[in-house]
């Protein structure tokens, strides 16, 4: 289920492949002393949450994107897996916590008019997520 981690979202759940470069912090991503600076967002502008991510399967997981760029991916196994997420080349990446972790990047689709929207792994997984309510 460590795909679910590291997409996430989602937004967001297969590594990404940044040329040797390392995932910014996620405070690196942000604008400082700004109202908007609270708001964190992944690369097609969903709001940190939570949210359902379903596998090509149908294996339903739990994503929690927190607004401080933290993650807890929670599997359909209830293995959970934590780590930081940011904004990286128009990609929402997430790194899960461990030494040695290499980012795993997704493109995200612009999401309707429920907020669900699918993403891709650079390595051509596909999953769908849903914010949950």
């Known amino acids: 289920m460590k795909k679910f981690a590291i997409i996430a979202g ?11 470069k390392e995932a910014p912090a996620a405070e690196e ?15 097609n502008g969903s709001l940190a949450g939570t ?11 739990t994503s929690v994107l927190n607004a401080d760029g933290t993650f807890a991916d929670t599997g359909a196994d209830g293995k ?3 780590g930081t997420w940011a904004v990286v080349d128009g ?6 916590k461990g030494e040695g972790e ?7 689709a612009a999401p309707g008019a429920d907020g669900s929207f699918a993403a891709t ?10 914010p949950k309510v």
């Open 10 to 20: 989602f937004a967001l759940l297969a590594a990404c492949n940044q040329g040797g």
């Open 29 to 43: 991503t942000t604008a400082a002393a700004t109202p908007e600076a609270a708001v964190m967002t992944t690369a």
């Open 51 to 61: 949210y359902t991510v379903v596998d090509a399967k149908g294996t339903e997981g």
């Open 80 to 82: 959970t897996t934590e």
């Open 91 to 96: 990609k929402t990446c997430f790194t899960a």
């Open 102 to 108: 290499k980012p795993e990047c997704w493109t995200e």
């Open 121 to 130: 792994s650079d390595s051509g997984e596909s999953v769908t997520v849903k």
